[in-house]
């Protein structure tokens, strides 16, 4: 067994998926299974049943799992301490970006970093918030920029970069105006948004159950220029964050109907487990010298 068989293992356990933990990885799927059966075949042990939610690890595999992400934490912990006896910064820092991040702010981490420490190589993945939360936690990423409407979870180390409000938004014409707005006439469009799990999904279904209504249709878009698009298009009405929602209604686009109170951070995260790494303390002192 080496290191990339057990992070495959970890994705695959947390992920309940081989086809998700490819992508968080970026192996193929035939590689994610090779990766499984060589480590089942090592210990002589089955990890994962499949089931039709997924892959679910079974007792042993349960038992594994505490310790095979033990055992990559030490990992971590040993390259840390390689690093600070060498007392220059070197390694690879793999940070995810969601498509709403703060383009300066990552711009200015890098364009740092590489100043600094030259010996550092910066790998830059980008994906969805919830992907982001996901391979921090697989260890697929060290750290990374993503959307946080709450508070941060507890096992995260966090620091804020920026932040945005949400708004609810149509096509011109589409709503008649009205003071206060006219939620029930709402509830007869179709809605455009993401999943639950973004800041845009949770959003909605705060504004659904304060106003005491459902759409009747649903549509479920997880780019916002996509959902930008239909809006314009009149198919509905939907949100869009601050800076989007503003530009469209600049461009004739679209009309901003509503503001959501929930003001979204972007926060630039690691595991809070990992507070001694010196490639981590590194970019979150770049970060919080530029806020």
Request: overall charge neutral; aromatic content about 4%.
């Amino acid at each position: 067994m080496d290191l990339h068989q057990l992070r495959t293992f970890v994705a695959v356990a947390r992920a309940h998926s081989i086809t998700r933990a490819s992508e968080l990885l970026h192996l193929s799927q035939p590689a994610v299974s090779a990766h499984i059966k060589a480590i089942e075949d090592t210990l002589g042990l089955t990890l994962f049943e499949r089931t039709p939610r997924g892959m679910s690890l079974t007792r042993d595999g349960e038992q594994l799992l505490v310790k095979v992400e033990r055992t990559l934490a030490a990992h971590q912990e040993l390259m840390a301490e390689a690093t600070r006896i060498k007392g220059q910064l070197s390694g690879k820092l793999r940070i995810g970006a969601g498509s709403s991040s703060n383009n300066e702010a990552i711009g200015k981490l890098l364009t740092i970093l590489s100043e600094r420490s030259p010996e550092v190589e910066v790998v830059l993945k980008h994906g969805s918030s919830l992907d982001i939360l996901e391979g921090l936690r697989n260890g697929s990423l060290d750290a990374g920029f993503y959307n946080e409407g709450g508070a941060p979870d507890p096992d995260l180390a966090t620091t804020a970069v920026s932040r945005f409000s949400i708004h609810v938004v149509a096509s011109p014409g589409l709503m008649a105006a009205s003071e206060p707005l006219a939620w029930r006439a709402l509830a007869d469009l179709p809605w455009v948004y993401p999943t639950a799990s973004t800041c845009c999904g949770r959003t909605a279904e705060d504004l659904f159950r304060m106003h005491q209504f459902r759409p009747k249709r649903i549509i479920s878009v997880d780019r916002e220029d996509v959902t930008r698009s239909l809006i314009a298009g009149g198919i509905g009405v939907g949100l869009l964050h601050a800076g989007t929602a503003q530009v469209a209604r600049a461009r004739g686009d679209v009309e901003l109907l509503y503001e959501s109170p929930t003001v979204v951070q972007v926060l630039f995260a690691h595991l809070a487990s990992r507070a001694q790494d010196p490639l981590l303390n590194a970019a979150m002192a770049i970060l919080r010298a530029s806020s």
